[in-house]
Structure formats: structure tokens, C-alpha cells
């Protein structure tokens, strides 16, 4: 997509708020854990990518299981590695 939606946003934000545990929730915390920053992200692009795709916005044709989806955006995912 070239621009960010209303709905994406949205779409990323409930993402994100599935990750929180009840656990966190009782304790007041609103959003995961940031040592899970890179399950937050993939978790993250995988619902901008639906959003956009359900919005007609998708640049490229991505794949129909999310499944393999997550396995592409886990490939494309930098890691720390030195």
C-alpha cells in the first residue's frame, strides 16, 4: 500500500492487543511485552498486509495462508546476528 488507512491502523492495533496475556491485563498493562518486539512485529505487518488487501490497496499478491505469510515476513525480518 502507498498510504496508511484509518482501518490499517486499527487492524494493527487490535494485532497487537491479542498479544497482551490477562495476566498483563490485570497488572494494567495495555501492550505486550517489548521483549516480544519481534513476535509484535510480525504479528503487526501480517494485519496491515490483510488490511490492505481487504481494502484493495495490496501492491503485490501475498499468500492466501496466513500460515505462509507469517513464514514471509519471518524471512524478511533482520536478525542480530554478528
Do not use: C, F, N
Not at 481487504?54 to 515476513?73: C, F, H, R
Amino acid at each position: 500500500a502507498k498510504q496508511i488507512t484509518d482501518a490499517m491502523i486499527i487492524a494493527v492495533a487490535k494485532s497487537i492487543g491479542t498479544l497482551v496475556s490477562d495476566e498483563d491485563l490485570a497488572r494494567g498493562h495495555l501492550l505486550p511485552p517489548l521483549t516480544q518486539i519481534r513476535e509484535i512485529s510480525r504479528v503487526a505487518a501480517m494485519a496491515l498486509i490483510r488490511q490492505a488487501e481487504k481494502e484493495g490497496m495490496a501492491q503485490e499478491e501475498m499468500p492466501s495462508s496466513d500460515l505462509q505469510l507469517m513464514e514471509l515476513i519471518r524471512s524478511y525480518q533482520w536478525e542480530p546476528a554478528y
